[in-house]
């Protein structure tokens, strides 16, 4: 679904160094979120935002930052990553306007730390 | 808080046999009740919902009812293709705009 694109959609990386994941949206959806997936735990919120600027933490935001700066961008950094960070990251969209209430997700993002 | 729990995997079925996963939850408020699909490889597809008690979701032959009196939200099958083959995932999302997810199963359809 093009509407929305995560990148990059592999990346390894080393112990120690900051990565950023991009997800960009064409939807003007107001609501976007970043989940990691890993077996057994289904996924799980690390932040989400409702505007622009506007974020707040989900339940497993230790070692995340995110930033908004405008609407279609929503950015995702892992400041000093580390194994335990080995993921599928989801960005999702949502706007709760619309008559079909439904969030829609990316491709995912398969992040290495080694 | 809110939580999901759904029934473990991996299931394993036949070809045209009868699929239940069953997913209970716990809410604040009034949730709407999801099932995301996940095929092999790929990201994270809308299945159905409901968005109020009693309400009956259904797509490509599934189908699941928000059942309130019994916080649960089962989906079922009636005949299963090997194209069936998948991670399920049971969410709800409450007034706070958040989806909180089951762990998933597992279903493998063999021909």
């Known amino acids: 679904d093009a509407g929305i694109t995560q990148s990059p959609r592999h990346k390894v990386t080393e112990t120690g160094t900051p990565v950023t994941l991009r997800c960009h949206q064409t939807?003007?959806?107001?609501?976007m979120y970043w989940y990691r997936q890993d077996p057994g735990h289904g996924l799980r919120l690390i932040h989400y935002s409702y505007g622009v600027k506007d974020t707040d933490k989900g339940e497993v935001s230790d070692g995340y930052s995110v930033s908004r700066s405008k609407t279609e961008d929503f950015l995702l950094t892992l400041e000093s990553a580390t194994s335990s960070q080995t993921s599928v990251y989801f960005c999702a969209i949502n706007d709760p306007g619309e008559s079909n209430y439904g969030y829609t997700f990316g491709s995912g993002t398969r992040l290495t730390v080694v | 808080g809110n939580s999901v729990t759904q029934m473990e995997g991996p299931v394993t079925l036949s070809e045209e046999a009868f699929l239940t996963i069953n997913c209970t939850y716990t809410a604040t408020g009034y949730p709407s009740l999801f099932w995301y699909v996940q095929y092999p490889g790929e990201g994270l597809q809308l299945l159905l919902k409901a968005t109020k008690a009693d309400d009956k979701g259904s797509n490509k032959g599934f189908e699941a009812t928000y059942r309130k009196e019994t916080t649960s939200f089962h989906l079922e099958k009636g005949s299963v293709q090997v194209s069936d083959s998948a991670v399920y995932f049971c969410?709800?999302?409450?007034?706070?705009?958040?989806?909180?997810f089951g762990a998933g199963t597992t279903v493998t359809v063999r021909a």
């Open positions: 969410a709800l999302s409450d007034n706070d705009y958040k989806l909180s």
């Open positions: 939807e003007n959806h107001r609501y």
